[in-house]
């Protein structure tokens, strides 16, 4: 991979853990969970649309990822994400990572390094 498509492919990375992060933060923000109210509530918060915005974002980005690699290896690739929001949930949300979790994150994080040798 050159640099280019490691740029962008850790672009999205980014941008799509922010995203995540965002729109976590709007629901843990919400002191009810009582329909309407909740809903009202959580679209009044920044977080959501910072993660509005992030999608969008990373929507523009991720196409130009998938216009330099083969869509095969782009979606392989993309799926460290998960290994990236896990360890962010954990970071800021103090959410667990059970020893079943950390093993599937091994997985992820094997078969994408795998991936990305043979790209």
Sequence with gaps: MNTLVLSVWALTI?????????????????????GLAHWKFIVQRPWLWLGI?????????????????????????????????MFAGRMFFKEKLTRNRLVGIALIALGVAIVGIGA
């Design 53 to 85: 915005i992030c999608y969008i974002v990373e929507f523009v980005v991720w196409l130009a990822f998938l216009s330099l690699v083969p869509l095969s290896i782009g979606v392989m690739l993309g799926c460290i994400n998960i290994v990236v929001i």
């Design 14 to 34: 980014a941008i799509d853990t922010v995203g995540q992060l965002a729109f976590k933060a709007a629901a843990f923000e919400s002191r009810t969970n009582q």
